[in-house]
């Protein structure tokens, strides 16, 4: 996440941030979707993908919370995604 901080233009490295974000939900087998949400939140917005944003955002609404282990942070994962989809138009 540290590496989307700033963008491409100022030394970021969003690329690598991608690479992280997309490894940390294969780790976790798409159970943990708090994942999905950073990645909306610090990397699609910061190389200013709204179509990865929002499909990230919807996904995370779509999918059941409850799963062993990650009911909590799921939770509210959908309650950050559904803050973050409804500031897109302003965002975008």
């Known amino acids: 996440m540290i590496k989307t901080l700033r963008p491409a233009a ?53 999918a059941p919370a409850e799963y062993p282990g990650y009911t909590l942070v799921n939770t509210l994962a959908a309650i950050e995604a559904q803050k973050l989809l409804a500031e897109s138009d302003e965002f975008f």
Not at 12 to 26: N, T
Not at 32 to 56: G, I, P, Q, T, W
């Open 10 to 62: 100022l030394g970021g490295q969003p690329e690598i941030a991608r690479v992280h974000f997309e490894s940390a939900i294969e780790i976790s087998d798409g159970h943990n979707l708090m994942y999905s949400v950073l990645m909306a939140k610090h990397y699609a917005r910061n190389v200013f993908d709204r179509e990865l944003h929002d499909r990230l955002l919807n996904a995370v609404i779509e």
